[in-house]
């Protein structure tokens, strides 16, 4: 009887430890994510860090290159509108010559009517082609600036977001060693605090300033 007692016993006993062997496990398995929480949201802001700055690269370059397609599209309408003025001159000229010989009377009758309307013709269409140039350069004009000063504000983007990047990365160094060497002093902790302070008014004294170009008149 004493015996199946003792065994009794010891069986509860047993379970017992078994049960308290799962509960430590289990808690063992809650506090482990727990543990490696911090190095992953660390990993997940590096990572949203690194799409940020490759973003406002991307945004930078695309903004770029717009913009010299916009400062070549406005060189062309210049271009148009030297050719316009040149066609301009040149029918004056023919009309002036016409409007000469019908006053000198080397032109006469329906040849010099018929002469006089196309001469008319061709410089009223000149000028009309001169205006409609003169209109596209100036908004080939505007549309250019404004893609130069929308680079100008993707550029400054991309470099703050670059600086904001090697900003962070110098804080996760400079934690990764106060922690790896276990250090607590306030002085360089301090020291550590006005490095990346300075390093902040040195990036806002760097990003450009970008003010609105005013319009041409």
Avoid: C, W
């Avoid at 770029?64 to 050719?83: D, F, I, K, W």
């Avoid at 929308?150 to 922690?179: P, T």
């Avoid at 250090?183 to 300033?209: F, N, R, S, W």
């Amino acid at each position: 009887m004493v015996d199946q007692d003792d065994r009794g016993s010891s069986s509860q006993e047993a379970d017992l430890h078994a049960q308290e062997a799962v509960h430590a496990a289990e808690k063992a398995e809650q506090k482990e994510p727990l543990a490696v929480e911090p190095e992953r949201i660390a990993e997940i802001d590096e990572e949203e860090e690194m799409v940020e700055m490759v973003a406002a690269m991307m945004i930078a370059d695309v903004t770029a290159a717009a913009a010299a397609e916009a400062e070549a599209l406005a060189e062309a309408s210049s271009a148009r509108v030297r050719e316009a003025r040149r066609a301009v001159q040149q029918a004056d000229n023919v009309l002036a010559k016409v409007q000469a010989a019908i006053r000198e009377g080397t032109l006469v009758g329906d040849a010099a009517e018929t002469t006089l309307q196309d001469a008319e013709r061709d410089s009223t269409r000149a000028y009309a082609d001169l205006a409609d140039a003169e209109a596209a350069e100036d908004s080939a004009r505007r549309a250019a600036m404004d893609a130069e000063a929308e680079a100008e504000v993707a550029e400054g983007m991309s470099l703050a977001a670059s600086d904001r990047s090697e900003h962070a990365e110098l804080v996760r160094e400079d934690a990764s060693f106060i922690k790896e060497h276990h250090i607590g002093d306030t002085g360089h902790i301090q020291g550590v605090a006005t490095k990346h302070a300075a390093l902040e008014d040195e990036d806002a004294v760097e990003m450009p300033t970008v003010r609105p170009q005013e319009q041409e008149q």
